[in-house]
């Protein structure tokens, strides 16, 4: 009999199934539907990971006790007087280092245990976290402080954030405030102290210098009465006043030479950026000092865009335009100030040379003569003079100091003081339960990975050609019944009918013979299957003959509610003949020969030349013949009945035995010479495994007047002759 249209459409659908599955394991396109094939087969791992983790975070969350956080801002400023009373400040750059060094100076251990003891935070603690309400230790209420605080820097300002993190809402604002507090009050101790240092090394600095002027004082009085200088005459006094002036200039032109031409040349050595930051502090030039910060500040602020923005960015080529217009300023400036210097150094060089020859000229005058006798005590004068000018001055360097003691600073500033919070800032509610999605979501797709991994047993159809080298002959869905409990219209008979063309093509094209179908474990549904396909065979006109030569558990008779008292066991027994022992069925063409009951010491008797015979005798008599039997591995029966039919199906369960029972029980047939026609992959889970789609497709895709649904891509791609099935 010539097998059906729909049959046949279905047979091309299934042949493009397996050559799409095969053509996709090269496809890189495909590759993320294979990781959705896992997660979506182990859903409900990934879902049951899911929800515990987020069970978990939720009761963990509420759990956690409310904390609060108070937050006080501070500016911060670099040392500086609030009145400058002396006008000697200098231009202050900007110093990238300064904040952060402020950052972690807020968070030194000397500052926090100041915080400790002012707010008395071991005793506080203390009576929320100990059961005696005893006072922490002072390591431990360091440690809990510190854990518990946050300093951040407002971006590109000098604004500095301080955060503490309590239980008590009002301690938070207290511990934030008090810090802020302690922080200015260190700062100022810090610069008091310095300048008291310095007054008491003045004040000895001054003792010494006072006992300088007191024997420069009596060295000048020893050397004039020596000399004899108790009265000058007015010539005399005159030339010698001329003298001095004339030394005083000389020496002054030359310091003012030499310094102008130390500048000079310290600019001349120098390039580039050292250049830049020199001449603010050799020349004093404060046009160029205000050009350069300003370069400063705009190179700075280009630094920071260039984090965030591109260098094509309109806002970042237009500060690198003002940073290319100040550095062309800057250097112009540079030139311009090596020329005037050049220029001083020269005029005050001639200066020099001009009062050197007319001090020579006094020199060799007659008046020099006479001063000769007066030189020592010139001298001794002179230096009197310098000492209590170097004691003046250290005594007004004193008064200064003392003065800028008591000038008030202001290095810190509150500007935000810290508040007692209205809404806990933790634990954060929303973003622990996402977080707790993600992380369930992202552990069970680990674990399915895993699991998969370690899942061994036939899952795809490349499965069964890679590791037993078979082909596969049919893919049955899940949770299929036998069919004659469903009726000759069911659309479950398609996979059967699929199954038997295959098997035909497979068996060379001869219709009809003696097959076992068997398994390599318990429970892989080779019965139901056996069942249905000889249902199939004689629904399409075959006759069919069920033969149930599983003597030990034998379930065909229980799928046709017939009685099992007389069967096989009773024919290879010769307690009955084959006429008495066959009854037919309530499906056409379909007969059935039950196992019969086998005493425990007639267990061998499957091998029997009876056996042999009855194969042949049945051959005769039907168009298919076919075999139930025991699994495989552990009877020997199994092996008898491959040895002696036509052809073997292998029934292998979706996910139920590693791949190695199925291996050994295409070896055990191959051992004794049955012939493997291919497998059948049962128990397909159709709904969870998208990867068997293309099979069920073809099996439900049908009219109500019988005619399938083919779709025409799939009829496209078996019309060129390229996707044979097998």
């Known amino acids: 009999m010539e097998t ?34 896992v997660i979506k087969s182990r859903k409900e791992i990934v879902m049951a990971v899911t929800l515990l983790i987020v069970i978990t975070g939720v009761a963990v969350t509420f759990m956690q006790p409310k904390k609060y956080s108070s937050t006080v801002r501070i500016l911060v400023r670099e040392d500086s007087m609030d009145v400058d009373v ?11 280092f300064f904040l952060r060094t402020q950052e972690r100076i807020l968070k030194s251990t000397p500052l926090l245990y100041a915080v400790i003891d002012n707010l008395n935070l071991q005793a506080v603690w203390g009576q929320q976290y100990n059961d005696d309400k005893s006072p922490i230790t002072k390591e431990d209420a360091l440690a809990t402080l510190s854990s518990s605080i946050k300093i951040e820097q407002d971006r590109d300002t000098s604004l500095i954030n301080i955060s503490v993190t309590q239980e008590d809402r009002e301690l938070a604002a207290r511990i934030a405030n008090e810090m802020a507090a302690v922080y200015r009050e260190q700062r100022l101790d810090v610069k008091r102290s310095e300048l008291r240092r310095a007054i008491e090394v003045l004040d000895n600095e001054v003792q010494k210098q006072q006992e300088k002027v007191d024997q420069a004082e009596s060295e000048l009085e020893r050397i004039r009465q020596e000399v004899g200088v108790s009265f000058l005459g007015q010539g005399f006094r005159a030339d010698k006043v001329r003298l001095q002036q004339l030394e005083a200039d000389r020496i002054a032109s030359r310091v003012d030479m030499l310094v102008r ?40 602020a280009l630094k920071l865009m260039l984090e965030n923005m591109g260098v094509n960015h309109p806002d970042v080529k237009r500060l690198q335009a003002g940073v290319d217009e100040l550095k062309k300023k800057l250097n112009e400036s540079l030139v311009g100030l090596k020329i005037g210097l050049n220029a001083d150094y020269e005029v005050a060089k001639a200066k020099f040379d001009a009062l050197e020859a007319e001090l020579q000229a006094a020199k060799h005058s007659d008046i020099e003569d006479e001063k000769k006798k007066f030189l020592p005590f010139d001298r001794a004068e002179r230096n009197v003079i310098i000492q209590r000018d170097i004691l003046n001055a250290l ?7 003392g003065i800028e003691v008591e000038v008030p600073r202001t290095p810190v500033e509150v500007v935000e003081p810290a508040e007692p919070a209205n809404k ?11 977080l707790s999605i993600f992380l369930g979501f992202g552990a069970g797709i680990g674990l399915a990975y895993f699991i998969e991994y370690l899942d061994t047993s036939v899952r795809t159809v490349d499965d069964v050609e890679q590791f037993l080298g078979l082909p596969v002959l049919g893919v049955i869905p899940q949770k299929i019944r036998p069919l004659i409990h ?30 076992a179908v068997i398994s390599g474990g318990v429970g892989e549904g080779k019965s139901t299957t056996l069942f249905n396909l000889a249902y199939t065979c004689a629904q399409l006109g075959y006759k069919t003959i069920v033969v149930d030569s599983d003597l030990r558990r034998p379930v065909q008779h229980s799928i046709l509610s017939m009685s099992n008292r007389i069967g096989l066991t009773n024919v290879l027994m010769k307690d009955s003949t084959l006429e008495e022992c066959v009854k037919p069925t309530i499906v056409p063409n379909l007969s059935f020969l039950p196992s019969g009951r086998l005493p425990r010491s007639m267990m061998g008797i499957i091998d029997s030349q009876r056996m042999r015979e009855l194969v042949k005798d049945l051959k005769s008599r039907y168009d298919y013949v076919f075999f139930d039997s025991p699994p495989i591995i552990g009877i020997t029966d199994a092996s008898i009945l491959a040895s002696e039919v036509d052809g073997v199906l292998l029934v292998v369960q979706y996910r139920k035995y590693p791949r190695v029972i199925s291996s050994r029980a295409k070896r055990m047939v191959e051992n004794v010479g ?22 069920h497709a073809s099996y439900t895709q049908y009219n109500p007047d019988g005619q399938e649904k083919v779709p025409a891509k799939t009829i496209a791609a078996s019309a060129d002759g390229k996707d044979s099935l097998f």
């Open 4 to 37: 059906s249209e729909a049959t046949r459409a279905s047979l091309v659908i299934l042949g493009c199934g397996v050559k799409f599955m095969a053509d996709s394991q090269q496809d890189t396109a495909l590759h993320f539907l294979d990781y959705w094939r």
């Open 395 to 401: 005594r007004a360097r004193i008064t200064q100091q």
């Open 424 to 434: 806990p800032s933790s634990p954060l509610v929303m973003l622990n339960i996402l």
């Open 261 to 300: 031409k130390a500048r000079l040349n310290q600019l001349e050595s120098l390039e580039g950026t050292e250049l830049m930051n020199a001449s603010s502090y050799v020349v004093m030039d404060q046009s160029i000092a205000s050009i350069r910060q300003q370069l400063i500040d705009t190179e700075v």
């Open 86 to 96: 002396f006008e000697r400040q200098m231009i202050q750059g900007y110093n990238p």
């Open 486 to 515: 469903e009726g000759p219209e069911s659309p479950h008979g398609e996979p059967y009918r699929v199954l038997r063309t295959n098997m035909q093509f497979s068996n060379k094209g001869i219709h009809g013979g003696a097959f």
């Open 674 to 695: 049955g012939k493997l026609l291919g497998v059948v992959l049962n128990n397909i889970n159709i709904m969870r495994d998208d990867y068997y789609y293309y099979y």
